[in-house]
Nanobody
Framework: QVQLVESGGGLVQAGGSLRLSCAASGTTSSINLMGWYRQAPEKQRQLVAT???????NYADSVKGRFTISRDNAKATVYLQMNSLKPEDTAVYYC??????????????WGQGTQVTVSS
């Protein structure tokens, strides 16, 4: 089992910055992919950014150039630096980890979520 604990959410004005952190604990070996998703009220959860163990990244078009995902494998921690925040970035942000201890077998874990609110 893997536990994910997020921190760093809060209230910020448009144009401001926030940094989210997500620390994984438990059986963190074989975690291949970590990332961030977000869910706004009455909307589906959507991908924000992901990063592999090797450092390859993927971003939603809406955050490219503004958000940066990074990872410290030794600490099993993933970060999301969010700059130039917009009101439409307001959502609950969830950390996600995908672990593959065996070929063709994946485990999917979620954090409890952290609220990010951007005021106009």
């Amino acid at each position: 089992q893997v536990q994910l604990v997020e921190s760093g959410g809060g209230l910020v004005q448009a144009g401001g910055s926030l940094r989210l952190s997500c620390a994984a604990s438990g059986t963190t070996s074989s975690i291949n992919l970590m990332g961030w998703y977000r869910q706004a009220p009455e909307k589906q959860r959507q991908l924000v950014a992901t990063i592999t163990t090797g450092g390859s990244t993927n971003y939603a078009d809406s955050v490219k150039g503004r958000f940066t995902i990074s990872r410290d494998n030794a600490k099993a921690t993933v970060y999301l630096q969010m700059n130039s925040l917009k009101p439409e970035d307001t959502a609950v942000y969830y950390c996600n980890a995908k672990r593959s201890p065996y070929v063709s077998y994946w485990e999917n874990y979620w954090g409890q979520g952290t609220q990010v609110t951007v005021s106009s």
